[in-house]
């Protein structure tokens, strides 16, 4: 489904990428069509020049003309792009040579500096793929993923309002070592191993984000969890309520080592596993 607000109303950002899109791929369309006729079923006619002038810019110098021209007792006016040799020769009033389409004397170019090859090369392979793709990213529908679609009960393709997710673990809240030494600690982390510190609470926990997930080192743990090779270190699950799911896990006789706590970023519970290791439960305040 299309990204939607929080109302539940179409995203503004899909709505303009998909004009973006469009646009986007009417021009390239409308400039391939150009391109094409000129290639296969341009016309040379010679045309008078009515000014020139010359533009500079990073890459060099364009010489630009404005010309007119009659075909059929109709005249028809067109701006080109000549090369530097074929410019020094022009004057307004003097003679130029056209390249129109017949069907579409609207259609022309100056005929000694034709683009035409390497434009539907471009517009073929560049220009029209990418506003496809522009268009196909903001149309694309998005769905839920399948575990949520079965424990809601609802159907994939309909349309929903905003949905509050099942309670449990939606992903890992971080990764913590115990240290003894903090500032030894963070010359290792920081200065040998390059991390960079993304939060530090009163240099007793210090946080190290690392792509999604993150790596704390801490000296809250030092009486409770030693710093050992057989220690190791601590995984914390992020879950939508901390109370509600060691509510669940009580029930089915999971030892609670720590019953849940509040700190100022975060609500957590210390649970046991059958074999003994601790985790934690993370509830992030929003």
Same mark, same amino acid.
Request: glycine letters at 8%.
């Given at each position: 489904?299309?990204?939607?607000?929080?109302?539940? &109303?179409?995203?503004?950002?899909?709505?303009?990428?998909?004009?973006?899109?469009?646009?986007?791929?009417?021009?390239?369309?409308?400039?391939?069509? =150009? $391109?094409? *006729?000129?290639?296969?079923?341009?016309?040379?006619?010679?045309?008078? /020049?009515?000014?020139? $002038?010359?533009?500079?810019?990073?890459? &060099?110098?364009?010489?630009?003309?404005?010309?007119?021209?009659?075909?059929?007792?109709?005249?028809?006016? &067109?701006?080109?792009?000549?090369?530097?040799?074929?410019?020094?020769?022009?004057?307004?009033?003097?003679?130029?040579?056209?390249?129109?389409?017949?069907?579409?004397?609207?259609?022309?170019?100056?005929?000694?500096?034709?683009?035409?090859?390497?434009?539907?090369?471009?517009? &073929?392979?560049?220009?029209?793929?990418?506003?496809?793709?522009?268009?196909?990213? $903001?149309?694309?529908?998005?769905?839920?993923?399948? =575990?949520?679609?079965?424990? +809601?009960? /609802?159907?994939?393709?309909?349309?929903? #309002?905003?949905?509050? +997710?099942?309670?449990?673990?939606?992903?890992? #809240?971080?990764?913590?070592?115990?240290?003894?030494?903090?500032?030894?600690?963070?010359?290792?982390?920081?200065?040998? *191993?390059?991390?960079?510190?993304? =939060?530090?609470?009163?240099?007793?926990? /210090?946080?190290?984000?690392?792509?999604?997930?993150?790596?704390?080192?801490?000296? *809250?743990?030092?009486?409770?969890?030693?710093?050992? /090779?057989?220690?190791?270190?601590?995984?914390?699950?992020?879950?939508?309520?901390?109370? #509600?799911?060691?509510?669940?896990?009580?029930?089915?006789?999971?030892?609670?080592?720590?019953?849940?706590?509040?700190?100022?970023?975060?609500?957590? #519970?210390? +649970?046991?596993?059958?074999?003994?290791?601790?985790?934690?439960?993370? =509830?992030?305040?929003?």
């Amino acid at each position: 489904m299309p990204n939607r607000s929080p109302h539940g &109303g179409i995203s503004f950002s899909r709505v303009f990428g998909a004009f973006v899109g469009i646009v986007f791929l009417v021009f390239n369309l409308w400039s391939f069509r =150009q $391109n094409y *006729l000129l290639k296969h079923s341009g016309v040379v006619i010679q045309g008078v /020049v009515i000014r020139t $002038n010359v533009v500079r810019h990073r890459g &060099g110098m364009a010489y630009n003309v404005d010309y007119g021209f009659d075909v059929a007792n109709k005249h028809y006016d &067109g701006t080109g792009q000549t090369t530097a040799s074929a410019y020094l020769k022009l004057r307004p009033g003097g003679p130029i040579e056209i390249r129109y389409v017949s069907s579409d004397p609207s259609i022309s170019e100056t005929a000694d500096m034709s683009h035409n090859d390497v434009s539907l090369l471009l517009i &073929g392979l560049l220009g029209i793929p990418v506003s496809l793709f522009i268009l196909g990213v $903001n149309f694309r529908r998005e769905h839920l993923p399948t =575990q949520y679609v079965q424990a +809601l009960d /609802v159907d994939p393709v309909e349309e929903t #309002a905003l949905i509050e +997710l099942p309670n449990g673990i939606s992903g890992i #809240a971080y990764t913590m070592y115990p240290v003894s030494d903090m500032k030894r600690a963070r010359r290792f982390y920081e200065e040998e *191993l390059g991390l960079r510190v993304a =939060q530090n609470f009163e240099d007793r926990w /210090v946080e190290y984000h690392l792509w999604d997930n993150c790596f704390a080192i801490t000296t *809250l743990m030092s009486e409770a969890l030693k710093p050992s /090779v057989e220690a190791g270190g601590r995984i914390a699950f992020e879950v939508h309520d901390v109370d #509600a799911f060691v509510s669940q896990l009580r029930k089915k006789g999971v030892p609670i080592k720590t019953e849940p706590f509040s700190t100022p970023a975060c609500r957590m #519970a210390v +649970l046991m596993d059958p074999e003994g290791n601790a985790f934690i439960l993370h =509830q992030r305040f929003h």
